[in-house]
């Protein structure tokens, strides 16, 4: 029989990403399994934030299970013998490619970012400090540094695939090959694709839109906000999109903030609470995504499931995701955002068409998610 304990620590954020897809992945495996009285522990990390919705999900299943809080790796692979678990389930199990108990460990691989995306030519610019943002600038410079550190993040993926004891799944078929792209001694069959779990079924599409574009995760570089930030920038210098403005989520100290012209056509936010920012999405204009990487990337579909038209890059797994819901633009190109942008503002019934695709699109989504679900869940838990 198996004894489980969920790495709820997946489900937790930091001081410098509160809120990211894998974490996501990991609250919605956990609520499904708790909603299905799956028998297992969890165990959360003291020094990491905890959504509030979470806290108080698992202060009701804390009556009849356990929830254990450790602080640090070292304490909860203690944890994991000493508890006699033989199965460790995690959302995010980069991390422990050190473990070496007898737990058989079934971990999800979202993607393989740090490999695929070693850098970019504007990554100093979200940096606060000028040492670490002059260390970014030099490796976007230089080429060998960039091969040296591709070898040494693929050495660590490597460990991970490499573990006797281990399943791992994927969330996209982009991701599934690219780990065999990145891995040739991998085989198909053993890198199993399960699309990211996301209901769709709590968002009733918003029918009065504010007058906003929306980017989220403005200080994290792979969501390329930084030449969204210009392409609208230029618009507004321009004349263009009277009347709109843009709020952006998960904003810090980054230098290029400081690089805005038009400050007041700009609503800067920190991280906020899961409940602020539905409301962010629900009520705007556009959803403008323009990510330079992705395993799966949950934003542009919870915008389209509220009935807003979604901008968004054409790298990786976006258009795997989005399927001919979205409008899409090449990500390092600002010309060729500031195209999409205008159509969206000045061309109504395109608008109106994205916004219909993009409900159609996330019923066929849904009914993927919830028939792998069932598999998936069967694999972790029983």
């Avoid at 610019?125 to 970014?136: I, Q, T, V």
């Avoid at 690089?259 to 899961?274: A, G, M, Q």
Wanted: charged share 25%; glycine share 8%.
């Amino acid at each position: 029989m198996k004894k489980i304990l969920f790495d709820g620590i997946a489900t937790q954020g930091t001081s410098r990403s509160m809120f990211h897809g894998g974490a996501e992945y990991a609250k919605f495996i956990l609520r499904e399994a708790i909603g299905r009285r799956y028998s297992f522990d969890v165990v959360l990390d003291k020094s990491y934030y905890t959504d509030p919705e979470i806290e108080e999900l698992l202060l009701e299943w804390g009556k009849e299970h356990r929830v254990i809080e450790v602080r640090g790796k070292r304490e909860l692979f203690t944890t994991i013998e000493q508890g006699g678990y033989n199965t460790f389930y995690s959302a995010l199990p980069y991390g422990y490619h050190d473990y070496k108990g007898s737990a058989h460990l079934i971990g999800v691989i979202h993607g393989l970012r740090s490999v695929e995306l070693v850098t970019d030519e504007y990554r100093y610019k979200y940096e606060k400090g000028w040492l670490r943002s002059l260390a970014h600038y030099g490796v976007a410079h230089l080429p060998y540094l960039q091969g040296w550190l591709r070898e040494r993040h693929q050495r660590h993926y490597r460990r991970i695939l490499e573990m006797p004891n281990i399943t791992y799944i994927t969330v996209s078929n982009h991701s599934k090959y690219a780990l065999l792209n990145f891995y040739p001694l991998l085989k198909p069959e053993q890198v199993k694709v399960f699309y990211s779990p996301f209901s769709v079924e709590k968002y009733d599409p918003c029918t009065e839109h504010g007058d906003y574009f929306l980017l989220v995760s403005g200080g994290r570089f792979e969501k390329n906000v930084y030449r969204a930030v210009l392409a609208f920038d230029k618009l507004f210098t321009d004349g263009r999109l009277s009347g709109r403005n843009v709020t952006v989520t998960g904003c810090g100290n980054q230098r290029f903030w400081k690089e805005i012209k038009n400050k007041d056509r700009f609503c800067l936010l920190p991280y906020v609470s899961t409940e602020e920012l539905e409301r962010l999405y629900r009520e705007a204009f556009c959803f403008v995504y323009p990510s330079l990487n992705e395993g799966f990337g949950y934003p542009p579909v919870k915008a389209m499931a509220y009935g807003v038209p979604v901008i968004a890059s054409s790298a990786t797994s976006i258009p795997e995701v989005c399927g001919n819901a979205a409008c899409y633009f090449s990500p390092t190109s600002v010309d060729d955002l500031c195209n999409r942008i205008l159509r969206i503002d000045q061309d109504k019934e395109y608008r109106e068409d994205l916004i219909f695709f993009g409900l159609e699109w996330c019923k066929k989504l849904q009914l993927r998610q919830s028939q792998e679900l069932e598999e998936e869940l069967k694999m972790i838990f029983e």
